[in-house]
């Protein structure tokens, strides 16, 4: 919100994925709560509504979560992390794709050298790099 980031996270997921897709998808899902969360307070505090953007760099789990028709490949899918497809629908959120190298949240997951890491805090609304 005002190009800072106002919520994030970094965890192990729970069940096991059996592709990167998957992965992303249950990412998804899980960023969905918590952007419905946020819309809601938003709404509470603001009078304020509008689609959260969720960002995502693997554009199969992006097409997924936009699609309602079920796969061969995701048929195994917990049904849980179908949640997203339904806020998507019901534009409460919106995934938009982002390229890895432009993700943010690529600092909280990977190792850097020191000039990504310094982008990415920028990324975050933490750093200027003006004031270095």
């Known amino acids: 919100m005002s190009n800072c980031a106002i919520s994030w996270e970094t965890k ?17 899902s899980e960023c969905c ?10 709404f509470e505090l603001a009078g304020v509504t509008y689609p959260i953007p969720i960002f995502n760099d693997n554009q199969s789990a992006h097409k997924l ?3 309602p028709v079920h796969h ?18 019901n534009e409460i959120v919106k995934i ?3 390229p890895t190298s432009e993700m943010p949240a690529y600092l909280l997951t990977k190792g850097l050298c020191k000039m990504k890491h310094y982008n990415f805090l920028g990324m975050f609304g933490l750093f200027d790099k003006n004031n270095m």
Do not use: W
């Open 12 to 28: 192990k997921q729970v069940t096991v994925a059996l592709s990167s897709t998957e992965a992303e998808y249950m990412g998804i």
């Open 33 to 42: 709560k918590e952007a419905v969360y946020l819309r809601n307070l938003l």
């Open 65 to 67: 979560s936009a699609n």
């Open 96 to 98: 938009k794709y982002l």
């Open 72 to 89: 061969k490949r995701s048929k195994h899918i917990d049904v849980r992390y179908h949640f997203c497809r339904e806020k998507v629908a």
